[in-house]
């Protein structure tokens, strides 16, 4: 079966620099959630989509932005990146009228 | 004080025995409660999805929930070494769209 897809897998950055995560929900999921994970952690929420449109917004800081676009896929933004955003980025989709949440293997970033 | 309360562990327990966990949460909005496995490194895997108070089973592993208690349980019967990994606990008060809350994580080891 089909799973998320995140791209890419491992990501390395100097500090101010901006980077760019890309995210493919399972096909016929209409929701995309954005999770951050630093070691030790558990994941905090970010932000989610729902059919375009931000339905939900958690801890992201100003710096980071994301969005949806027509085909469902979601990038999530960062810029002016400091070495706290070092950490494991999940993405993850729900179907229709469900709150069942499938995550991706995670983008890894290090900010050097 | 986080929403939601999980012992972090470590747990270790002999292969074969049953293995709770368990979670508590203060937000009495919470109606969906999910267990996730995530194993080192990886993206986190749904194994329970739960609506509402009540007991629900998928071959070893069997979700509880107590609203009045705001308490909720996982129980593994018959652990294994494959087992091994840290379990988040998880709930939302919607269903689907929205945010859904993490507990910090028990790492259990399952000792051959």
């Known amino acids: 079966a089909a799973g998320v897809i995140q791209s890419p897998r491992h990501l390395i950055k100097e500090k101010r620099e901006t980077a760019t995560l890309k995210c493919y929900p399972i096909p016929r999921h209409d929701t995309v959630y954005w999770y951050q994970q630093g070691p030790g952690q558990d994941p905090q929420f970010l932000i989610s989509?729902?059919?375009?449109?931000?339905?939900d917004k958690g801890s992201i800081p100003d710096r980071f932005s994301a969005q949806q676009f027509s085909d469902y896929h979601s990038e999530l933004n960062m810029s002016s990146l400091e070495l706290g955003d070092s950490a494991l980025y999940f993405c993850?989709?729900?179907?229709?009228?469900?709150?069942?949440?499938?995550f991706g293997e995670g983008s890894r970033l290090t900010v050097l | 004080q986080k929403e939601v309360e999980q012992d972090p562990g470590p747990l270790s327990v002999p292969e074969g025995a049953i293995v709770s966990l368990n979670c508590t949460y203060s937000?009495?909005?919470?109606?969906?409660f999910m267990w996730y496995r995530q194993y080192s490194r990886k993206g986190p895997e749904l194994l329970m999805y739960t609506y509402s108070s009540g007991n629900k089973e998928d071959g070893r592993f069997t979700a509880q929930v107590d609203k009045s208690s705001k308490y909720i349980s996982l129980f593994i019967r018959d652990s294994q070494p494959s087992d091994s990994a840290t379990y988040l606990c998880a709930m939302s008060a919607s269903g689907g769209y929205q945010k859904v809350t993490f507990g910090t994580g028990t790492k259990l080891q399952v000792i051959p």
């Open positions: 993850a989709s729900s179907g229709p009228m469900t709150g069942e949440l499938f």
């Open positions: 937000n009495s909005a919470f109606q969906y």
């Open positions: 989509f729902y059919e375009k449109m931000q339905s």
